[in-house]
C-alpha cells in the first residue's frame, strides 16, 4: 500500500464560528484560530479541516456560498487567511479547505442573473423545471424539511434545491459550471491549500429527468436511490481530478450522503484518479428511522461493528478509508456512542481509543478532544441551525408531540456540535469576551480544556497520548484490520497486524465489569501497551475500559 502524509495525518475539524472569538463580537474567527494554533499543534494534529469561510449570508452557516474566491469579513477576511495559511505552514500544518460545490447560495451572482430570465446566459447554471399539473415538479423532499423545489415569480419556474432554498443547486451537465468549478479549485490549490473536503460531493450528477421517489416517506432510500450516485458522477470526479487536483500534493476528501458498501470502492479506488477518500455515514445514520434522524431507533453493538467491519473488507487494499465518530452536523460522540452521565471520562477514552487504532485516516472534531457534550437548550428559541429549526417547524404543523420533539431535538440537533469551544470556567467559556451567537453548554465550569491541562488523568491528556501512539506505531495506520467477536453486543475486540507484529484492541463498550477470555485471546502472550484504566485485571473488563496490548510473538 501506498505511503502518504494523508493517510498518516491526524485531521482536526473546526468550525470556526464556534472555536474562538478574537474580535469580540460573539463569533469565532481567523484570528481566534491563529491564536490557538499551538494549543492544536499540542494534540499531535498534522492537518487542519476549517468549515466554510467564504462569503455567504449564513442561511446554512457558511454552506451557502456567494463568492467563492472572498473570504467573508466577518471571519476576518483574505487577510486574516492568508495569515492562518503562513501560521500553519510555519509550524508544519496543512490546511484542508471545505468546498460546497453542489449548490451555491442563491445570493451569488450566477444565480442572482439566472432567476432573471429564461434566456438569461446564466439560466443553466441551476436546474429550472416547469410546474407539473400545477405542482412541484417531483415528490422530492429536500435535506431540510419541504419540497426540494421552489416556486419563482420571476419566471413562474421551480429550481431545485436539495438542501434549503438559499441553496440552489448548480448544474454540472452544463460545462460551462464545471469550468467554472474548476478554475475556483485552481485558485484555491494555487493559493498554497492543501486540500479539500468536498460537501455532500455525491449528489452532484442529478437524474435529469427527475423521477418521482417511489418511497417518498423513506429518507434514507430516497437519497441514495435518487440524490446520490448519479450517471456522471464518476464522469465529473475524475475531470476535475484530471484537470486540477492531479497537478497538485492535496488530499481530497468527499462527503458521501447516501454512498453506500457498493458504490463507496468507485469514489476512492487509487487506480480511478477521483477522490483520496470519502466520509461514508454508515454508522453515522445507523439511528435513523425511516422518516430519518427524528425518527430514531435503537442501535445495538453487533450493527456499529458490521459497518467498520463491512467497510474495511470492502475499501482495502485499493482504496482508504476515513475513521470519524462525530462532526458538526451530527451530536456529540461521547453523548451519542458513551455514557456521559457515569462514565464520562472513560467513555470518551475509549471512543478516542477507537479512532486512533483504526485503520483509514483520523478525523477529530474539536472539543471531542475534551469530550465536549450535548446541550440541551430549555426550548426551541435557543437553537440556530436551519435544519433543525425547520423540522421543528415541519413536526409542530404535523401536530406532532412537541415536548416529546423537543426531546429529540436535544438529542439529535446539529446544534450539539455547535455549541462554543470550552477553553476556561470564565464567563462565556474563555470563548468570546460578547454574548456568544450560540449559549454555551452549560457543564462549561467542569468540562474545558483549562481544566483539563492541568489533569494529568483528562481525556485532553489521553488524546495527545493516543496521536502519539499512532505515530508511533505506524501499524495502526497501514496495518490490517480484523474483528474478533462480531456479534458480543458489549465488547468490540479487532487486531491490527502486518508481517511483523500484531496488536489486539480490547473496548468493553457497556456500564458493568464484562468477563475477560483470556486464554481464547490468548493474552498471556501480550504486554499492555496503553489502556484508559491505571489498573487492569486479566479475569475482566471494568466498565468502559479499553486496552491496546501487543503479541510478544
Ligand atoms: O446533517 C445531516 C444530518 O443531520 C446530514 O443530512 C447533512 O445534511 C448531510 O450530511 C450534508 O451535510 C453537508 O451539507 C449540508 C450542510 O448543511 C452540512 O453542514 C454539510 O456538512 C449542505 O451544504
Same mark, same amino acid.
Given at each position: 500500500?501506498k ?9 482536526? @475539524? ?5 472555536y474562538?472569538d ?17 494549543y ?14 467564504y ?24 487577510d ?43 439560466r443553466?447554471?441551476?436546474?429550472? @423545471?416547469?410546474a ?7 415528490n ?8 426540494v ?57 442529478k ?14 432510500? =430516497? ?11 464518476h ?17 481530497t ?9 457498493e =458504490?463507496g ?24 428511522g ?17 459497518v ?64 465536549? =457534550? ?16 425547520n423540522?421543528?417547524?415541519?413536526a ?22 455547535r455549541?462554543?469551544? @470550552? ?13 456568544p ?14 481544566? @483539563?491541562?492541568k ?33 458480543d ?8 497486524y502486518?508481517?511483523e ?25 501480550t ?6 484504566y ?20
Amino acid at each position: 500500500m501506498k505511503k502518504t502524509w494523508w493517510k498518516e495525518g491526524i485531521v482536526y @475539524q473546526i468550525y470556526p464560528r464556534s472555536y474562538k472569538d478574537n474580535t469580540g463580537n460573539g463569533v469565532g474567527d481567523i484570528l481566534g484560530i491563529i491564536e490557538k494554533l499551538d494549543y492544536i499543534k499540542s494534540l499531535g494534529v498534522d492537518i487542519i479541516w476549517l468549515c466554510p469561510v467564504y462569503e455567504s449570508p449564513n442561511d446554512d452557516n457558511g454552506y451557502d456560498i456567494s463568492d467563492y474566491r472572498n473570504i467573508s469579513d466577518e471571519f476576518g477576511g483574505n487577510d486574516a487567511f492568508d495569515s492562518l495559511l503562513k501560521e500553519m505552514h510555519k509550524r508544519d500544518l496543512k490546511l484542508v479547505m471545505d468546498l460546497v460545490l453542489n449548490h451555491s447560495s442563491d445570493e451569488h451572482k450566477w444565480f442572482k442573473e439566472s432567476r432573471k430570465s429564461k434566456d438569461n446566459p446564466y439560466r443553466d447554471y441551476y436546474f429550472w @423545471q416547469e410546474a407539473k399539473n400545477g405542482k412541484e415538479p417531483n415528490n422530492w423532499k429536500s435535506f431540510f424539511s419541504g419540497s426540494v423545489w421552489q416556486k419563482d415569480d420571476i419566471t413562474d419556474e421551480y429550481f431545485l434545491h436539495l438542501f434549503t432554498k438559499k441553496q440552489p443547486d448548480l448544474n454540472w451537465e452544463n460545462p460551462k459550471v464545471r469550468k467554472e468549478i474548476h478554475n475556483i479549485v485552481e485558485f484555491w490549490c494555487k493559493k498554497g491549500v492543501d486540500g479539500f473536503r468536498m460537501d455532500v460531493i455525491s449528489l452532484i450528477s442529478k437524474q435529469t429527468d427527475f423521477p418521482d421517489s417511489h418511497v417518498p416517506d423513506n429518507y434514507g432510500e =430516497t437519497i441514495k436511490t435518487y440524490y446520490a450516485n448519479g450517471p456522471k458522477i464518476h464522469q465529473y470526479l475524475n475531470e476535475l481530478n484530471q484537470k486540477v487536483l492531479s497537478k497538485y500534493d492535496i488530499m481530497t476528501v468527499g462527503e458521501g450522503p447516501g454512498i453506500d458498501l457498493e =458504490t463507496g470502492l468507485d469514489y476512492v479506488h487509487e487506480d480511478r484518479n477521483e477522490l483520496n477518500m470519502i466520509f461514508h455515514f454508515g454508522h453515522m445514520f445507523i439511528d435513523n428511522g425511516v422518516g430519518g434522524k427524528y425518527d430514531p431507533i435503537e442501535v445495538s453493538l453487533p450493527t456499529f461493528k458490521k459497518v467498520f467491519n463491512d467497510w474495511d473488507a470492502k475499501i482495502y487494499p485499493k482504496g482508504w478509508g476515513s475513521i470519524f465518530l462525530g462532526n458538526h452536523d451530527f451530536s456529540r460522540m461521547v453523548s451519542r456512542f458513551g455514557n456521559t452521565e457515569e462514565y464520562h471520562n472513560k467513555s470518551a477514552k475509549l471512543l478516542a481509543l477507537l479512532l486512533f487504532t483504526m485503520r483509514g485516516t483520523v478525523y477529530v472534531y474539536q472539543g471531542d478532544e475534551i469530550g465536549m =457534550t450535548n446541550v440541551a437548550y430549555p426550548d426551541i428559541s435557543y437553537y440556530n441551525d436551519v435544519e433543525t429549526l425547520n423540522s421543528y417547524k415541519e413536526a409542530l404543523a404535523k401536530g406532532r408531540d412537541m415536548d416529546a420533539f423537543l426531546k429529540l431535538v436535544h438529542r439529535q440537533s446539529r446544534d450539539n456540535a455547535r455549541t462554543p469551544m @470550552q477553553w476556561n470556567s470564565s464567563k462565556n467559556s474563555g470563548f468570546s469576551d460578547a454574548e456568544p451567537w450560540l449559549e454555551v453548554n452549560s457543564n462549561y465550569k467542569q468540562i474545558n480544556v483549562e481544566n @483539563q491541562e492541568k489533569d494529568k488523568d483528562s481525556i485532553l491528556h489521553f488524546y495527545r497520548k493516543m496521536s502519539a501512539f499512532r505515530k508511533a506505531n505506524k501499524v495502526m495506520v497501514y496495518g490490517d484490520y480484523e474483528c474478533l467477536n462480531e456479534d458480543d453486543t458489549n465488547l468490540y475486540f479487532y487486531k491490527r497486524y502486518n508481517d511483523e507484529e500484531t496488536y489486539i484492541i480490547l473496548l468493553n463498550f457497556s456500564n458493568k465489569k464484562q468477563p475477560l477470555d483470556f486464554a481464547k485471546y490468548d493474552l498471556a502472550n501480550t504486554d499492555l501497551a496503553l489502556s484508559n484504566y491505571s489498573e487492569n485485571f486479566d479475569a475482566f473488563l471494568q466498565p468502559w475500559e479499553a486496552q491496546i496490548r501487543k503479541y510478544k510473538s
